[in-house]
């Protein structure tokens, strides 16, 4: 069983980054798909972002509203994935979740992730 726990969050001004961290207990590798979800109060959990690795490639995912701005990635020898959130905007703060081990379907589908973590706090003041 893998579990995760996210790091990095906080509290920043417009247009400044943060680095969320989530590190699983088990050996990463073993798990293909890797993702970043938020969830703003009174919102539904939404998919930010998502890696995919298969073989020696990867394959990344990223909501519209965060392309260009946040970067995912992953280091399987520190079982660890990486959220760089540059440019943020006030519309980014939530609640950010790490989840693992995806079934078949879109990236961004929350409820085909079987594992997630407790979740990290973003908040970006205007």
């Known amino acids: 069983q893998v579990h995760l726990v996210e790091s990095g969050g906080g509290s920043v001004q417009a247009g400044g980054s943060l680095r969320l961290s989530c590190t699983a207990s088990?050996?990463?590798?073993?798990?293909?798909?890797l993702g970043w979800f938020r969830q703003a109060p009174g919102k539904e959990r939404e998919g930010v972002a998502s890696?995919?690795?298969?073989?020696?490639?990867?394959?990344?995912f990223y909501a519209d509203s965060v392309k260009g701005r946040f970067t995912i990635s992953r280091d399987n020898a520190e079982r660890t994935v990486y959220l760089q959130m540059n440019s943020l905007k006030s519309e980014d703060t939530a609640m950010y979740y790490c989840?693992?081990?995806?079934?078949?379907?879109?990236?961004?589908?929350?409820?085909?992730?079987?594992?997630w973590g407790q979740g990290t706090q973003v908040t970006v003041s205007p």
């Open positions: 989840a693992a081990d995806k079934g078949p379907g879109t990236w961004s589908d929350a409820t085909l992730y079987n594992y």
């Open positions: 088990s050996y990463v590798s073993e798990t293909r798909w």
């Open positions: 890696i995919h690795t298969y073989g020696q490639a990867e394959a990344t």
